[in-house]
């Protein structure tokens, strides 16, 4: 899908208690809004806070018109509250935007900008101190050398096109792993220079339990973007590996115990473990194919309805 400037943008702001940042971030937008040449709209999503987040934000609609707002009732993450913004969003360019005003809407304009240059998505690269620099370097060059991507920062802001979500299944906390699924589906992916504020009200969400998560999610989105691609090529090969070896022990075992007549009852239990292994490894393989196989058709049936729904639209 080809954009061009006059194409609304939808800014998607996901809010956990942030009441103290809803009425100057609505104010900071509508003056960017003011001086930009390009058309947005903000959809504010309530996370199911705890305190007068929601309050401020029907406060900001009744003040300003290019306001839509959702509420959760209760918090249900970052992930599902960009979910809930996307259904919402009327725009053919979203905009991801926290509402903690550590990135500021003047800087959005910017962040689009590569989109009308043939970009499918462009991703924000912190420019700043900030209290989790060492932690976001590490995951940051890993997820490089795991993903072969160039981009320097997968965490940051995002704008991309409607359209790049349309084959791409974000699970809980995937939001992070958005970049990397773009990139598999050959989206063209680009980056931005944004500043990084300290926050102002309100506290971090960032817990250290969001590390050893983080690590496991990066292996899950890897397995997804190569093993299950191919599985049994996977399980196969280790399979195979296991096989052989337990062949050419089992052949050391009969030689040991009719040539030269030693039993050595060891050996016969590493047999049994490594063919047992290598029988196991190609079933987990067998009913991965299967398993992948019915992801994909599930795949082309939602690209299928998508396309009916877009001629419908049409």
Same mark, same amino acid.
């Given at each position: 899908? &080809? ?20 009425a100057e971030f609505c ?39 290019? @306001? ?11 992930t599902e509250g960009l ?22 809407p003047e800087d959005i ?26 932690? &976001? ?30 084959? @791409? ?34 506290? &971090?969400?960032? &817990? ?107």
């Amino acid at each position: 899908m &080809s954009v061009k400037q006059n194409n609304l943008i939808s800014v998607i702001v996901p809010a956990f208690n942030e009441e103290g940042n809803i009425a100057e971030f609505c104010r900071q937008f509508a003056e960017m809004t003011a001086k930009s040449k390009l058309r947005f709209e903000l959809v504010l999503i309530d996370d199911g806070s705890g305190d007068g987040t929601y309050d401020k934000i029907v406060e900001a609609a009744n003040t300003y018109s290019f @306001i839509k707002y959702r509420r959760h009732p209760y918090n249900l993450g970052l992930t599902e509250g960009l979910q809930t913004g996307f259904a919402a969003a009327a725009g053919d360019i979203y905009v991801f935007y926290p509402a903690d005003l550590q990135y500021l809407p003047e800087d959005i304009p910017a962040l689009v900008e590569p989109i009308f240059h043939g970009a499918d998505l462009v991703t924000g690269w912190k420019q700043g101190k900030y209290k989790k620099r060492f932690v &976001s370097t590490i995951y940051n060059y890993l997820s490089r050398k795991i993903f072969n991507l160039k981009v320097h920062d997968l965490n940051a802001v995002k704008a991309f096109k409607a359209d790049v979500l349309k084959n @791409i299944f974000l699970r809980r906390d995937w939001h992070r792993y958005l970049v990397v699924l773009a990139a598999d589906k050959g989206h063209q992916i680009a980056e931005v220079k944004i500043p990084l504020y300290e926050r102002k009200w309100g506290k &971090s969400k960032f &817990s250290v339990w969001r590390i050893p998560i983080g690590v496991l999610d990066m292996l899950a989105v890897k397995a997804q973007l190569s093993l299950l691609k191919k599985p049994l090529l996977f399980f196969g090969l280790f399979g195979s590996i296991a096989l052989i070896l337990g062949g050419l022990v089992g052949i050391i075992a009969l030689y040991l115990r009719y040539v030269q007549n030693e039993g050595f009852r060891p050996l016969l239990y590493l047999v049994l473990l490594l063919i047992g292994t290598g029988l196991s490894l190609f079933i987990l393989g067998f009913l991965a194919e299967g398993l992948a196989a019915v992801r994909e058709e599930l795949a082309a049936m939602r690209k299928k309805l998508d396309n009916i729904d877009d001629n419908i639209k049409k």
